[in-house]
């Protein structure tokens, strides 16, 4: 499975867009971009995946690079309910269904 | 998105006795789903794979006569925690997808897990 990397940790002011950060420079080209947040002592809630187009939904927006080997989720106007960790998995069809966490981004959005 | 439930929300027991917890995909049927296990300030860690119709897959290290899973239906898996101690107290979670096929990439949703403390 391909490995990812965040910030341990991220601030980003209530209103602002917070930008996320996700490196997975060994993913492979039949492997997905997903996204998850848990927000404290509640399960994992999905936000958004990809393949390698953009993607866009009601809760974020998902930018992959040309190359793949990095993406950014944004979260265009943050309130004080977007704190929580940030999780980027790489997931593909060799996962077998599984999803194997890293220690994610920890988000504080500050009023 | 798909619904996933959990039951219960969190559970005490004593040292030694058994708990059960269930895993329900509410408006889909899932072939397979899994478990994770949650220590406080650490990220989720899978334990086990439950397979609909037949036996478990476990994650290397994880005992599987401690932590027995049955998934006797479509839409119920169910996770017993056996003759628990003090240090399998933790935040169990499950998940599921809609449309599990071998070797899928299909969603998987999360339960709102189940937070178990083993006195």
């Known amino acids: 499975d391909a490995k990812t990397t965040q910030p341990t940790s991220m601030d980003c002011a209530e209103g602002r867009a917070a930008n996320l950060p996700c490196n997975h420079s060994t993913i492979s080209g039949n492997e997905y971009v997903y996204w998850y947040r848990q927000i404290h002592s509640q399960g994992p809630q999905y936000i958004i995946h990809?393949?390698?187009n953009n993607e866009t939904n009601e809760m974020a927006s998902l930018i992959i690079t040309e190359d793949r080997k990095s993406s950014t989720l944004i979260l265009p106007h943050a309130t004080l309910r977007d704190t929580a960790v940030y999780y980027c998995?790489?997931?593909?069809?060799?996962?077998?269904?599984?999803?194997?966490f890293g220690q994610g981004t920890t988000l504080q959005v500050k009023p | 998105g798909a619904v996933v439930s959990q039951h219960p929300s969190w559970v005490i027991c004593k040292s030694g006795t058994s708990v059960k917890i269930e895993c329900r995909s509410l408006?889909?049927?899932?072939?397979?789903m899994f478990w994770y296990r949650q220590f406080p300030k650490q990220s989720l860690m899978l334990m086990a794979t439950s397979n609909e119709g037949s036996k478990a897959t476990y994650e290397q290290g994880v005992e599987k006569d401690k932590f027995l899973i049955n998934h006797a239906s479509l839409t119920l898996s169910t996770l017993t925690v056996t003759s628990a101690h003090p240090e399998d107290s933790s935040f169990y979670i499950c998940?599921?997808?809609?449309?599990?096929?071998?070797?899928?990439?299909?969603?998987?949703?999360f339960g709102p897990g189940t937070r178990l403390t083993v006195l």
């Open positions: 408006d889909f049927q899932a072939t397979t």
């Open positions: 990809g393949l390698k």
């Open positions: 998995i790489v997931y593909g069809s060799g996962n077998t269904g599984k999803l194997i």
């Open positions: 998940s599921a997808s809609p449309n599990t096929r071998p070797g899928s990439t299909d969603t998987q949703y």
